[in-house]
């Protein structure tokens, strides 16, 4: 799949209403999960040299996995055979097939919740939760990020506020079991103490890692006043981290993260810092978003600079989420040219520094469904 298409469905969404959903909440869109599957019509180089029977139909030769927003006015849908169409028009060879409904959706806990209140399938094969779905930040429109809904999906009741680590362990083990989870997310909320929410999320890594031992997990976390607790969720056995910033330019930060901005660039530096020195290189991500208003060039000399520092930059576009003071002002998502253009540039300097989204081992770069960068190098 050409990068300007992936561009295009990541902004434009599909007409569809796959088995696996989501709205609002804190990802990145309200959003439909897919495996993206390309065609080809004679076998690869590799398979053809083969011994035995040619392999009858289309061959499909690369497989990812995609999340794409649930657009009811998307040009792109798919006909009756899973092709993907834009405007009527069957594009290329593509076929978008739906992530299957997981099964472990229909067990409860011990004491009564539903698995799906607790953690939600992502992608094709990723456990994520947010561990604590409340924010510091969330509390006024002058500290909240513009762009998300973490609490929405709690007033909603499509979730529990405090997941408690014994019941993340239940459905680990349920998810791995049943539907072949590969890797965890672990999210939160912001919370008033000096950890940020790390201690909460210490416990629960502990409690899957001793239920999964395993199931690799990512865990996502504003920088911590005191930082040794980027240790202890490290010694907690903890693989990957994200420490998201969203933007590096302080203006755009002050616009769209006015609660975080309170936090400065330097501050997070020395985060990443610190995690780099625990978690190791290409373990540490942040998410950068296109569309904020941040010159596109330098947004990709960030990024550079991160890479260089071994840093995941998780390049995905701003989308509007129904319930953001964002989507409530009417700011769309940037064009597809420019999700492109900086994603294309990203993904070469990712692959030239040796630093591909899966070797993060879990978490938001690992799975890639949100991003295009999978399809541009990283």
Known sequence: MELSLRAELAI????????????????????????????????????????????????????????????????????????????????????????????????????????????????????????????????????????????????????????????????????????????????????????????????????????????????????????????ALHDAGADAIGIHIEALDQSVRERWTPGKATVSVARYEQAWARALAAFGPNRVSTYLLVGLGEDPDELVAGATRLIELGIYPFVVPYRPLVGSLAHGDGVDAPPPSVLADVTRQVGAALAAAGMRGVDQVAGCAACGACSALRHAGG
């Open 12 to 231: 434009h969404g599909l007409r569809a209403a796959p088995p696996v959903r989501r709205r609002a909440g804190a990802g990145p869109s309200d959003d439909g999960h897919w495996v993206l599957d390309v065609a080809a019509s004679s076998p690869p180089a590799e398979l053809a040299r083969a011994e035995g029977p040619p392999i009858p139909g289309p061959l499909r030769v690369r497989s990812t996995p995609a999340t794409l927003p649930l657009a009811t006015n998307s040009p792109f849908a798919l006909d009756i055979h899973g092709r993907l169409t834009r405007d009527g028009v069957v594009v290329e060879d593509t076929m978008v097939e739906a992530v299957e409904r997981p099964r472990f959706y229909d067990l409860t806990t011990t004491d009564g919740v539903a698995f799906e209140q607790l953690a939600r399938l992502h992608g094709r094969d990723v456990l994520a939760t947010t561990v604590v779905q409340t924010c510091i930040r969330y509390r006024s429109a002058d500290t909240r990020c513009r762009f998300c809904t973490i609490e929405e999906s709690l007033r909603a009741g499509a979730t529990t506020q405090v997941k408690r680590p014994e019941q993340l362990a239940e459905v680990a083990a349920a998810a791995v079991r049943l539907d072949g989870v590969k890797q965890m997310v672990m999210t939160t909320g912001t919370s008033a103490g000096d950890d940020r929410g790390a201690k909460h999320l210490g416990k629960c890594v502990r409690a899957v890692k001793a239920a999964v031992p395993a199931l690799p997990i990512q865990v996502q976390i504003e920088p911590p006043v005191e930082e040794t607790w980027i240790d």
